[in-house]
């Protein structure tokens, strides 16, 4: 976040202008946490296969069905499954998704504006932001998580 040249590598780099600009990322995961704390429907409900309505729920304001609150990404390579449902297992799941979400879920509800259209994502930019989205994570608490999970029975 600090534009930080030598904290990152070229590839980390590249993903960092992809989540900036055209992964248009930046729209909604835009505090020090990465999160607007703010609450969009990325399209995951189309009221048969995904039923949870989200915030609908509590506020039973239509304008409110299928959203959820923007997660932060601090991270977030360490914190699969990912979306609300666990319905996403790895990084690149996600990228491929947010790419075109119409193409996955083609009945999704009340998708964000954001969303309206594919995004359009080389291969190479969606390998350098998820490169980028692995920086998120701090080195420290992966190194805290891995020698603790040793010491845990399997």
């Known amino acids: 976040m600090n534009d930080d040249s030598t904290a990152m590598s070229a ?4 993903g960092r ?4 600009e055209k992964g248009k990322c930046l729209e909604c995961h835009f505090s020090p946490d990465f999160t607007g704390d703010e609450f969009r429907s990325i399209g995951l409900f189309d009221g048969v296969k995904h039923r949870d309505s989200g915030r609908y729920l509590i506020t039973h304001d239509l304008n409110d069905l299928g959203k959820f609150k923007v997660p932060g990404l ?16 790895t990084l690149r799941e ?3 998704y947010y790419d075109n979400p119409q193409a996955s879920l083609p009945s999704g509800k009340n ?3 954001l969303l309206s259209k594919p995004l359009g994502l080389s ?3 969606k390998q350098d932001l998820e490169s980028f989205l ?3 994570t701090d080195d420290r608490f992966m190194t805290k998580t891995t020698s603790s999970n040793k ?3 399997r």
């Open 74 to 89: 601090r991270n977030v390579a360490i914190t699969a499954p990912y979306m609300h449902d666990g319905s996403m297992h």
């Open 17 to 20: 202008t992809v989540f900036r």
């Open 151 to 153: 010491h845990q029975p």
């Open 111 to 113: 998708r964000d504006r």
């Open 94 to 96: 996600i990228i491929d």
């Open 134 to 136: 692995r920086t998120l």
């Open 11 to 14: 590839q980390e780099i590249r």
């Open 123 to 125: 291969e190479q930019e």
